[in-house]
């Protein structure tokens, strides 16, 4: 299968980009009559045939529709402080978009040694990702934000910090207290891990605190395991 992504998708027939176009026509030698799928990132799986092989301005008419292809039965949403080194947080952008995550939080923490991100480039990496792993769901990405803004939003779910500090309340595995079906917010702090003060608030505005287990894992590492964990529960 060969997925394209388009954002602004339209019925019966849509005309590629003309970075989409070159790649259907000259990288992938597409011609008139052959199939592709293009998602909206929304849920649509369109299964179109080729009208138009111009390597500018390819135009495909939509055979088949499935709506809520592949979706999961849990939103999960990442928020995770940016590394320093920014191809290690982009390396979890694109593994976590492949495993599944409905949406990404650039935590800008205490501790935080990265408090600028290139949004545009890194939504190129959750595309790519969408696209390789044939997602019809794009994740979203927010861009940095204060860790204190974070923790005070409402959320209907269950909310998890991960930390290696003692705990406040109580510190429990997080793979054995998730259930199939919640959904589910992930705290994953810097390389110096949550300052003792935002733990707290994490704590006092109904997050749960957790482990990832025993090992000691760097932050891009700890949250592609965190998100293969959600995953794992809710596919036994």
Known sequence: MQLFYAPDMTLPEYTLSEEESRHAVKVLRMTVGEHLHITDGRGNLHLCEVISDSPKHCTVRVVKTEREWECLPYRLTMAVAP?????RFEWFLEKATEIGVEAFIALECDHSERRIIKHEREMKVITSA???SL????????DMTPFAEFVRRPFEG????AHCAEPIVSKVYLG????????VVVLIGPEGDFSPEEIR?????GYEEITLGKM?????????????????????
């Open 201 to 205: 608030l994490a704590v006092e505005c």
């Open 83 to 87: 590394t320093k080194n920014i191809d």
């Open 176 to 183: 054995s207290t998730l259930q199939p079906g919640e959904d």
């Open 216 to 236: 000691r894992l760097r932050t891009e590492t700890a949250a592609v395991v965190a998100t293969n964990i959600v995953s794992v529960i809710n596919n036994m």
């Open 130 to 132: 969408v696209k390789q």
């Open 158 to 161: 269950r909310k998890f910090i």
């Open 135 to 142: 997602k019809a769901y794009h994740p979203s990405l927010e």
